[in-house]
């Protein structure tokens, strides 16, 4: 089975600052997807970014870029220029290749952007 | 374009007795998967539809049951409910037809509480 792992259950970071969120996995596929989700406080939760494992380039969203190591099963999460709605519990979440639709979640980290 | 919607946001039940949760998934979108929210847990996975067909189960006990019908709309059911199963229950949306319509778009969720 596959294990998610985000070690830090809490950052904060102020507002225009680069933060960066870690995450670890654990797999024997070659072949797999990697995402980040977030979910702000009593909201729901929606999609940060996403990430083809046999893609070696980063994937970057506005603000948010990814640094993904292979050969190491990291999956960290940059936010640049944080914003306060960037406060939210951050989910690192890993999907199979063809094997539909399943995400295996992280426990997160409460990210808390402050003025 | 409406998002996904889950019926009933909020619910109460006591011990022993069963629940139904339904989702309707964003129109065109023909894979729905169930996870469960617990602070304890984390999110897990529960099962996977795809064109009314289980692809895929996560490892919960038998009580926890699941339909998809012809509409993509699903439900979820619990019979016996025991205290440990109070937790927000997400249903996600996705296309499944292409390769890399992977990306999941959640719904806000049902919150259940078994007292």
């Known amino acids: 089975a596959q294990t998610v792992t985000q070690s830090q259950p809490e950052m904060s970071v102020q507002e225009a600052e680069t933060v960066t969120l870690s995450c670890t996995y654990d797999t024997s596929e070659s072949n797999y997807y990697l995402f980040w989700y977030k979910q702000p406080p009593s909201r729901q939760m929606i999609l940060v970014i996403r990430q083809e494992a046999y893609k070696q380039q980063n994937a970057t969203e506005n603000r948010f870029s990814v640094n993904f190591q292979k050969a190491a099963k990291s999956f960290s999460l940059k936010i640049s220029d944080s914003q306060l709605g960037d406060t939210a519990m951050y989910f690192c979440?890993?999907?199979?290749?063809?094997?539909?639709?399943?995400?295996?979640f992280g426990k997160g980290t409460s990210l808390l952007v402050t003025p | 374009k409406a998002g996904v919607t889950q019926t009933p946001r909020y619910l109460i039940k006591t011990r022993g007795q069963q629940v139904t949760l339904s989702c309707s998934p964003i129109?065109?979108?023909?894979?729905v998967s169930w996870y469960q929210q617990t602070p304890g847990q984390g999110l897990q996975f529960l099962f996977e539809y795809f064109s009314e067909t289980q692809r895929n189960k996560g490892n919960f006990p038998g009580r926890f049951s699941g339909r998809q019908f012809s509409n993509s709309r699903s439900e979820m059911n619990v019979s016996t409910l025991e205290l440990g199963d109070s937790a927000l229950y997400l249903c996600?949306?996705?296309?499944?037809?292409?390769?890399?319509?992977?990306?999941?778009?959640f719904g806000a969720g049902s919150r259940l509480t078994v007292l």
């Open positions: 979440a890993f999907m199979k290749h063809n094997n539909g639709y399943a995400l295996n």
């Open positions: 129109s065109g979108h023909r894979s």
């Open positions: 996600a949306s996705s296309l499944g037809l292409l390769p890399g319509a992977n990306v999941l778009t």
